[in-house]
C-alpha cells in the first residue's frame, strides 16, 4: 500500500491544485488564528467543496472549544479532524462525539517518554501523529516550525498503533524519514514554503515523489 502524503496549511485554491495534481492524499486546513496558515471558516469550506472526493480534507485544531468545533463539523464539513494542542485522552473522545469525525491527535516528541505517551490516545484516535516539540518561546506555533526530532525514537512503534510523521520534514529528507520510521502517513507544512502560510508548487511536487520513492524502489527490487 502506497503511503499517505499530507500537505498541510493548505490556504488557496492554487494551493490545493498543486497538492492534488502531485499526488498528495490529504490536504490540511488549520484554524488557530496566531498561524500564518489560519483560514476563515468560509474560505476553509470552499476549499473543501473543491477537494471533496479527490483528496482527504483534514481541520487542523489547537485546544479548540465546543462551539468551534461544531461549527467546524458543520460549516467546513472536513473529512477528519486534527488535534494539535493539549487535548488529553478524555477530551479527545469528546471531541470525537462532538464532531463526529475521525480523528487525528498530534503528539509533540523530544525524549522516549513522549512516544510512549502516545499509548493513552491509541483507542480514542484513529492516528497518532508524531511532530516535534516545539521550541519554549512565547511566540512558538504548536506544529509547522520546522523541527524534526530523533527519529529513532519510534523504533517499535510500528505494528503498535497506526501513526504518521511530522517535524522538519523537506522532499530532501523525507525518504530517509520514511525508511527510518515507516509510518501510514507523512506530513508536511512548513517544508514546502517559499515563506510562512506561502506554498510551492514544485516543493509540493518533489515532496510527494520523494515520499513515494521508497515504495516504488522496494516494489522494483522485491
Known amino acids: 500500500m502506497s503511503i499517505g502524503v499530507k500537505i498541510c496549511g493548505i490556504r488557496t ?7 492534488v495534481s502531485a499526488g498528495a492524499s490529504h490536504c490540511g ?9 489560519s483560514l476563515p471558516l468560509a474560505d476553509a469550506a470552499a476549499l473543501v467543496r473543491v477537494g471533496r472526493g479527490r483528496v482527504t480534507m483534514i481541520a487542523l485544531t489547537v ?29 479527545t473522545a469528546d471531541i470525537r462525539k462532538i464532531t463526529g469525525r475521525p480523528l487525528i491527535k498530534a503528539v509533540s516528541v523530544a525524549e522516549p517518554g513522549d512516544v510512549a505517551a502516545a499509548d493513552a490516545w491509541r483507542d480514542v484516535a484513529d492516528l497518532v501523529l508524531f511532530d516535534a516539540k516545539p521550541p519554549l518561546r512565547p511566540s512558538a506555533l504548536p506544529g509547522g516550525n520546522g523541527l524534526s526530532f530523533d527519529w529513532s525514537l519510534l523504533a517499535g512503534v510500528k505494528g503498535r498503533m497506526p501513526f504518521a510523521l511530522s517535524g522538519g520534514l523537506t522532499p530532501d529528507n523525507v525518504a530517509e524519514a520514511i525508511a527510518a520510521t515507516e509510518p501510514m502517513l507523512v506530513d508536511v507544512s512548513s517544508g514546502v514554503e517559499t515563506a510562512p502560510g506561502q506554498k510551492d508548487a514544485e516543493l509540493i511536487r518533489r515532496f510527494v515523489a520523494a515520499a513515494r520513492m521508497p515504495i516504488l524502489e522496494g516494489a522494483a527490487h522485491g
Open 13 to 19: 485554491p492554487a494551493d490545493l491544485e498543486a497538492a
Open 29 to 37: 486546513l488549520v484554524f488557530y488564528p496566531p498561524s500564518p496558515r
Open 63 to 91: 485546544n479548540a472549544d465546543d462551539a468551534l468545533l461544531a461549527e467546524i463539523a458543520a460549516e467546513v464539513a472536513p473529512d477528519m479532524i486534527q488535534l494539535h494542542g493539549r487535548e488529553t485522552p478524555e477530551r
